[in-house]
């Protein structure tokens, strides 16, 4: 398993933007799926985006209406979920998650899991 580390969470006011990154030690070629989930009170953890790490292929949740955009960095072996005009509904704790073998939307699909970042998203 792959250690990860989130970071970039916070609290913005609707409309508002945040950075996340979650920094990972490397991967293998044949587990090079990244996403980011989140999960609200009470409710269940949903993919927000992945990325294909060997040929860029990226997906995004029906929710996320184009407002978020996940990036790889190769040189620092960082992923990052930009995530803009973001509204209320988008507070949650959000994961990074690791090791699928392509861009999966469940979430046991990933056996390498970050500690979670907190974002708060206020009127």
């Known amino acids: 398993q792959v250690p990860l580390v989130e970071s970039g969470g916070g609290s913005v006011q609707v409309g508002g933007s945040l950075r996340l990154s979650c920094q990972t030690s490397?991967?293998?070629?044949?587990?090079?799926?990244v996403a980011w989930f989140r999960q609200a009170p009470g409710k269940e953890r949903e993919r927000v985006a992945c990325?294909?790490?060997?040929?860029?292929?990226?997906a995004y949740g029906d929710f996320v209406k184009e407002r978020f955009t996940i990036t790889e960095d190769k040189d620092k072996n960082a992923v990052h979920l930009q995530m803009n005009s973001l509204e209320s509904e988008d507070t949650a704790i959000y994961y990074c998650?690791?090791?699928?073998?392509?861009?999966?939307?469940?979430?046991?699909?990933?056996?390498?899991w970050g500690q979670g970042t907190q974002v708060t998203v206020s009127s």
């Open positions: 990325i294909n790490r060997n040929n860029g292929y990226t």
């Open positions: 998650a690791a090791g699928a073998q392509w861009c999966a939307v469940i979430a046991d699909s990933y056996p390498s």
């Open positions: 490397g991967y293998s070629y044949d587990r090079p799926g």
